[in-house]
């Protein structure tokens, strides 16, 4: 690991030397626009992304998310393996043990991508087997890291209830996505979602756990720029440019563009 490049920066690596050549600045008082759910899912946990690892932001996710919706249960555990940092720290912040319910298939593909909710529900059957000894009789919160269409946790869901869980509690490390991505990530169209479809009025019910909680847009983007601010704030001195410069997008959540849309 070098150093990360910067947004709209031109790196020349050479034998001798790493050079740039050239940064597209933002607009004067514009704050950066990095994608927020690389943070939630796309990226890999040992990922650096603004000074800070992956891994240790999902767990401050986790955390949050025990702080906004703690419940009564007996063991935490995760839909693996994005969701796991987050699901390790809502248990150490809610003082519950961190078990494995689920023992997933690593020769099965990304199922929210996969083009029809059939094909969708096959792969979820075909990526989990159930680790029924850990949660036999016992009430467990289930951490994913983010619900798309809906139709992939249901599954895992009735695995669990079928296996012998006394109770599924459902908490979502990130906000509900709302909104379609124009910046290049392949999320669904708006009515694809399940945010805006009437049956998130009553997600838990739909999708059969016992509750369902996602964590807020503030806890999520706090969660992000936390180590962000704190690093900012001990060289305040230094680099007095960077202070309040700090932006994630946050289009798909809120439906607040970086930039203006043009059609």
Avoid at 168 to 178: K, L, N, T, Y
Avoid at 183 to 188: A, V
Avoid at 206 to 213: C, F, L, R, T
């Amino acid at each position: 690991y070098y150093r990360e490049v910067l947004p709209g920066e031109i790196v020349k690596i050479s034998r001798h030397e790493v050079q740039t050549l050239d940064v597209v600045r933002r607009p004067e008082g514009d704050p950066s626009a990095f994608c927020i759910f690389e943070y939630v899912y796309f990226a890999r946990p040992d990922s650096i992304f603004e000074g800070q690892m992956v891994y240790s932001v999902r767990k401050r996710c986790g955390q949050q998310l025990a702080i906004e919706a703690p419940v009564e249960a007996d063991l935490v555990s995760t839909v693996p393996e994005s969701a796991t940092p987050a699901a390790l720290g809502y248990a150490q912040k809610c003082g519950l043990p961190y078990v494995e319910v689920l023992c997933k298939n690593r020769y099965v593909g990304r199922t929210f991508i996969q083009p029809n909710m059939r094909l969708r529900q096959l792969g979820v059957a075909k990526k989990f087997g159930v680790l029924s000894d850990n949660f036999k009789g016992k009430r467990v919160v289930i951490i994913d890291d983010s619900i798309v269409r809906g139709n992939t946790i249901s599954p895992i869901i009735k695995l669990l209830r079928e296996s012998g869980a006394k109770e599924v509690h459902i908490r979502v490390a990130s906000p509900p996505i709302r909104f379609p991505c124009y910046m290049g990530i392949n999320i669904p169209t708006k009515e694809e979602l399940i945010a805006n479809r009437p049956e998130f009025h009553d997600l838990a019910n739909y999708i059969g756990a016992d509750s369902v909680v996602y964590l807020s847009v503030e806890g999520l983007v706090s969660s992000v720029q936390e180590s962000i601010k704190a690093r900012q704030d001990n060289s305040l001195k230094t680099q007095k440019s960077l202070i309040g410069k700090i932006g994630h997008c946050t289009a798909c959540l809120t439906g607040d563009y970086p930039v203006e849309l043009e059609w």
